[in-house]
């Protein structure tokens, strides 16, 4: 039996984390002395925490590990590293992005001195926007779980043999944004409105378009909330985002396109 000390040099991990992770059930002490509440683990659980660790290095959370963990089935548990596997070569393709970006900025502000200058890029319109009729999914939810709920869609649409155009959506419903936890709804278009959760509505919006990685969206939101103040309208609804090329289509993020709406008013 080793201590916990102990137990913490093998697997190179915190006292304080292995507390944490008794109390959530991840691994457990093989014994706990009734007197002294000193816990001991067994040479036997090491795979098990040096696992934990490596899929805590992978990204998932201290939810998503537990499912692992306990998950029996190999097809399910290959499914979800494949996920995390994309994922990680999302995020990686994102950094690449931004990495392109600073230099963009470093040029034009090498040659304009104005380091405001990023944001003249986007032109904005006006636009008799056309009613979508969506399935679509309403959460709060963080940026990151856009896929998740997005496939859930899918695999709805599937199941209940709905066609849709693949055109995925976002509409973002809260007042202040918080990237990891904001009142977001996710949809699909669907080629019968029939077939719709709901249709989401047509009317006057301001649209611009932004190319590139998503980490540089809100340049294309403060432009775009500047020019409607500036030129008389007022926001008449929440924003929402068409994903018109995007990583589905297996590109690259320099190649991503997004059309913003803004619904406005006089």
Known sequence: MLSIGQFSKACMVTVKTLRH??????IRP???????G??????????????????????????EISGLLSETDKGVLFSKLSMQKLRIEQKMAELISIREEVSRHMKNFE??????????????????????????????????EFG???GAIFERAAKE???????????????????????????????NPAQADRVI?????????????YSNLSDAYGTMVEWINENGYEIAGPPYELYIK???DKLPPEEWETKIFFPVKK
């Open 21 to 26: 992770y008794d109390k959530l059930g991840l």
């Open 30 to 36: 093989a014994h706990t002395d009734e007197w002294t």
């Open 38 to 63: 000193y816990r001991y683990y067994d040479e036997s659980q090491i795979p098990r925490m040096l696992a934990i660790a490596r899929f805590k290095r992978y990204g998932f959370s201290l939810g």
């Open 111 to 144: 040659r304009t001195g104005d380091i405001m200058d990023y944001r003249n890029g986007y032109e904005i319109a006006l636009e008799q926007a056309e009613p979508l009729a969506v399935l679509s999914s309403r959460q709060v939810m963080s940026v990151d």
């Open 148 to 150: 998740k709920y997005y």
């Open 161 to 191: 043999r709905i066609k849709m155009t693949f055109t995925p959506i976002a509409v973002y419903h809260d007042k202040e944004f918080d990237p990891e936890g904001s009142d977001i709804e996710v949809a699909v278009c669907v080629e």
């Open 201 to 213: 509505a047509g009317g006057l919006c301001a649209v611009t378009t932004h190319y590139g990685g």
């Open 246 to 248: 995007n990583q589905y």
